[in-house]
């Protein structure tokens, strides 16, 4: 909804259209714990892109007659992936989990899920809630100076509210523990294959994320 006009760039196809008129490319995702907006283009178009890009964080207009679109296109991937025996693997995984953790919740988004009333008043409110600057990052890269790299991130995202929402993540409950572990389940899978996977639970590794204690796990384990 973010890339589907702002304020200062009210066309639903602005960002895009000049991103892919400068060579570039664009594209977000949601992983467990953040979202992540990326674009590239070419160095003469940047600013005007880094313009673009920063409006979605500032004033987006999350246009009623945009919602509607956005829901069939995650509703098309959502029917893309019933076919995907790795999607399929993965949510079931999801439920295995304990009932009152989010992790056990459906995992993307379909029509049955998101078309409902209220759903552009819900996007509006997280937005609102969540969408703060101390609990952001940005990164740029360019070739131009790093001095004026810094002076155009300050100029284009100063607007930015901070909302001063916690910094770390805490939940109720966790995914996992002595009831819902040491299962064993078996999956008919849509492709015609055979294999075995053993899942491990363990401590969150983001604080030690320089180091990467998971790559020295993972390398152990694949030989």
Same mark, same amino acid.
């Given at each position: 909804?973010?890339?589907?006009?702002?304020?200062?760039?009210?066309?639903?196809?602005?960002?895009?259209? %000049?991103?892919?008129?400068?060579?570039?490319?664009?594209?977000?995702?949601?992983?467990?714990?953040?979202?992540?907006?990326?674009?590239?283009? &070419?160095? *003469?178009?940047?600013?005007?892109?880094?313009?673009?890009?920063?409006?979605?964080?500032?004033?987006?207009?999350?246009?009623?007659?945009?919602?509607?679109?956005?829901?069939?296109?995650?509703? &098309?991937?959502?029917?893309?992936?019933?076919?995907?025996?790795?999607?399929?693997?993965?949510?079931?995984?999801?439920?295995? &989990?304990?009932?009152?953790?989010?992790?056990?919740?459906?995992?993307?988004?379909?029509?049955?899920?998101?078309?409902?009333? #209220? !759903?552009?008043?819900?996007?509006?409110?997280?937005?609102?809630? %969540?969408?703060?600057?101390?609990?952001?990052?940005?990164?740029?890269?360019?070739?131009?100076? !790093?001095?004026?790299?810094?002076?155009?991130?300050?100029?284009?995202? *100063?607007?930015?509210?901070?909302?001063?929402?916690?910094?770390?993540?805490?939940?109720?409950?966790?995914?996992?523990?002595?009831?819902?572990?040491?299962?064993?389940?078996?999956?008919?899978?849509?492709?015609?294959?055979? #294999?075995?996977?053993?899942?491990? !639970?363990?401590?969150?590794?983001?604080? %030690?994320?320089?180091?990467?204690?998971?790559?020295?796990?993972?390398? !152990?384990?694949?030989?």
């Amino acid at each position: 909804m973010l890339f589907m006009g702002t304020k200062k760039y009210p066309n639903q196809n602005d960002y895009s259209s %000049y991103i892919t008129s400068n060579s570039g490319m664009n594209n977000a995702y949601t992983a467990y714990l953040d979202t992540n907006y990326f674009f590239d283009c &070419s160095n *003469s178009a940047f600013e005007g892109a880094l313009d673009r890009f920063a409006q979605f964080f500032v004033c987006p207009l999350m246009d009623e007659t945009c919602v509607d679109k956005e829901i069939n296109a995650v509703d &098309s991937e959502h029917n893309k992936n019933l076919m995907s025996d790795n999607w399929r693997q993965f949510q079931l995984f999801r439920s295995t &989990s304990l009932p009152d953790h989010p992790f056990n919740k459906f995992g993307t988004g379909s029509l049955a899920t998101l078309k409902h009333p #209220s !759903i552009r008043e819900d996007l509006l409110k997280f937005y609102d809630t %969540y969408y703060s600057s101390n609990i952001m990052k940005l990164v740029v890269y360019s070739n131009k100076e !790093i001095q004026t790299l810094q002076s155009l991130v300050e100029k284009l995202f *100063s607007n930015v509210k901070n909302k001063n929402l916690p910094t770390k993540y805490t939940f109720n409950s966790i995914p996992f523990d002595k009831s819902n572990m040491g299962q064993m389940v078996k999956v008919m899978p849509i492709e015609d294959k055979n #294999s075995l996977e053993f899942l491990w !639970i363990i401590e969150n590794l983001n604080p %030690y994320y320089k180091a990467k204690p998971g790559d020295y796990i993972a390398n !152990i384990f694949s030989g």
